[in-house]
């Protein structure tokens, strides 16, 4: 909405200069570009040219040698046309070209940009939003630079240029074209723009009663139930009577609109002629000359009709990219590509908070982590709990290094977390969320996520380990299969197989498991369970766990409430906890 309202304000200075940061993408192709203007000038100039020449046409029938003249003048006119057609080719040609090499430079650095952007940045904005940014912000910016662009440079020297050979023509009948002309079309634009609004509220008013309609006969239930078959018919006759009255009343303004134009436009044409065959009349026109004017008066005022559309298709240019802007002003995470990363052949996977202290930047007064201390031994399993908005989700995402704390410090293997490369520590870590999210590739795509390049025999051994090959065997293509948009066509526990075989493949040192709290059919679970079992297996695995016996067989428990440890130990010594929080937990979740 914010950015709607921007869009509409007009074009600001500050949004005017972040445009022209664009030209870091056109630079590489300016001669081009720059070859392309001068043939945009050449054609619109040829253009110009047109209407003089045709009037000469009209002249001619007067000199002596008349036939000589019309020949020549024609092949005048035909060497333009040519020309023009010459040009105008190039001219369309190079701009596409540097349009297409600017945008996909453009797109390629977007993207790049975004998704290295820190996790606190998907945070606060929405996914649609910064898709659009991708595809529809620069779709438009491609129609700006190949036709908006071209438009308004062609507008504006049919305006000026134009104005000037009839200055040239005739000073008097200028003066008098300009004092009517231009007003007429500027309030046939306004006139326009009024009822084109008109039509919107309409639009609106439409869309609200068909609203109506699709949401009482979905609910229809609900309508029936509550007989409210008749307040429904009320409603829906209000909105379709105001349809009716805006319809008419929109009706009357287009009717007033083209009688406006009728009598503005034929009139002001009208004024025109009348003023020129006076001239005429004293031998200060010729009527080619006439009739070359007139012609200009058509180009000049559609040019300057034109150019309301070409302004307001450049305000959401320069709109959208203020937006893209926007996002590269966004700091990046200091990530590294595979190549640069320094490998770490002896991480143990150990790691350390101390008095690790955080709260989102989005409410920087709730300390979602509060304090924090506790130490993971290479190997160790862990497993957290406590109660919902406790912050295990919020450790998680600590651990993988997704925000920064506030106050303390992690460590791993003894030393600072900023000390490593954030892809190198990135790599030794692998996440089995409680939501598995798969692409919508194949099945072999989504395991070899976890080590991209994997051969054959790693993608099946690992979905073997992950108790995932005999269901992927079963399906008729195999590690083929596509699993459909995000993972819909497996069941809840196929994902999270799958899920289990990339991270098997990574063969981090550190596991995150989000343990799933949706009911898995018990055999499935079992299947699921004994995967994670072998997953954990020599590695150190911090468990946010649901399940008895995740938390029974973990080496250590933490508890968490509040943003703090509050109790920690393995299941039997907290158990013992009178009045304990796991042993409230525990009585509560798992009946014991
Ligand atoms: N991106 C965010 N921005 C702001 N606050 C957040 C964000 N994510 C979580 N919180 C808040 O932080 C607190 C801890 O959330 P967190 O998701 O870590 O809890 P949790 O223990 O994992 O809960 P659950 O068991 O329900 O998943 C909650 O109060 C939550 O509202």
Redesign the pocket.
Do not use: D, H, P, W
């Given at each position: 909405m914010a950015e709607e309202k921007k869009k509409r304000k007009g074009i600001s200075k500050a949004a005017l200069k972040k445009s022209f940061r664009l030209y870091k993408y056109v630079k590489p192709y300016r001669g081009e570009f720059a070859i392309g203007l001068i043939f945009l000038v050449l054609s619109s100039a040829a253009n110009l040219a047109f209407p003089k020449y045709l009037g000469d046409l009209v002249d001619a029938t007067k000199s002596e040698d008349i036939f000589e003249k019309i020949n020549e003048i024609i092949l005048i006119l035909a060497i333009i046309l040519v020309a023009q057609a010459v040009v105008s080719f190039f001219r369309v040609l190079l701009f596409v070209n540097v349009t297409q090499k600017t945008l996909a430079n453009l797109r390629q650095e977007t993207y790049q940009h975004l998704i290295q952007l820190p996790i606190s940045f998907f945070?606060r904005k929405r996914v649609g939003e910064l898709n659009s940014r991708i595809s529809s912000d620069i779709s438009l910016l491609q129609e700006t630079f190949t036709t908006t662009l071209a438009e308004f440079i062609r507008q504006i020297i049919v305006i000026f240029g134009g104005i000037t050979i009839l200055l040239v023509t005739s000073p008097q009948l200028t003066f008098f074209m300009l004092m009517v002309v231009p007003l007429v079309i500027v309030l046939a634009v306004f006139f326009g723009r009024f009822i084109r609004s008109y039509a919107k509220k309409m639009q609106n008013e439409v869309a609200d009663s068909n609203t109506i309609v699709e949401e009482t006969l979905q609910g229809i239930f609900n309508v029936k139930a509550y007989a409210n078959e008749f307040f429904e018919i009320a409603r829906y006759r209000k909105r379709t009577d105001e349809v009716a009255r805006l319809g008419m009343k929109g009706g009357l303004y287009r009717g007033a609109f083209s009688s406006f134009m009728v009598l503005g436009m034929f009139g002001a044409m009208v004024a025109v002629i009348w003023q020129g065959v006076n001239l005429m009349a004293n031998n200060e026109l010729q009527p080619g000359e006439l009739m070359s004017f007139l012609f200009y008066t058509a180009f000049i005022g559609g040019s300057i009709g034109g150019l309301a559309s070409v302004y307001a298709n450049l305000q959401k240019a320069i709109g959208a990219t203020e937006a893209l802007m926007d996002i590269f002003d966004e700091g990046k995470e200091e990530l590294q590509a595979k190549e640069d990363r320094e490998p770490l052949p002896n991480f143990k996977g150990e790691f350390e908070l101390k008095n690790l202290s955080f709260s989102?930047p989005?409410?920087p007064d709730?300390k979602?982590l509060n304090n924090l201390s506790f130490e993971v031994k290479a190997g160790e399993q862990i497993a957290v709990v406590?109660p919902?908005?406790?912050?295990?989700?919020?450790?998680v995402s600590m651990i993988l290094n997704f925000y920064q704390p506030e106050s303390g410090e992690l460590l791993f293997d003894g030393r600072p977390a900023t000390d490593y490369q954030l892809s190198a520590l990135r790599d030794h870590m692998a996440v089995v969320p409680q939501d598995v999210f798969l692409f919508g590739g194949s099945i072999r795509e989504n395991i070899s996520y976890g080590k991209p390049g994997a051969s054959e025999e790693e993608i099946i051994e690992a979905a073997q380990k992950a108790n995932a090959w005999s269901f992927i065997q079963e399906f008729p293509e195999g590690l083929d299969t596509l699993v459909g948009e995000r993972g819909v066509q497996l069941s809840g526990g196929q994902r999270q197989r799958v899920a289990i075989a990339r991270a098997i493949l990574k063969d981090p040192r550190i596991l995150i498991l989000d343990e799933a709290t949706s009911a898995l059919d018990s055999e499935s679970e079992r299947l699921v369970q004994d995967a994670l079992d072998h997953l954990m297996k020599g590695r150190t695995s911090l468990v946010?766990a649901h399940r008895l016996a995740t938390v029974r067989a973990a080496d250590r428990i933490l508890v968490?409430d509040h943003?703090e440890l509050v109790e920690m130990g393995t299941h039997e010594e907290l158990i013992q906890k009178e009045d304990g929080i796991y042993q409230n937990l525990s009585q509560l979740q798992f009946n014991t």
């Open positions: 945070n989102y989005n409410r709730t979602v406590g919902s908005g406790a912050g295990k989700s919020t450790l946010i968490m943003g």
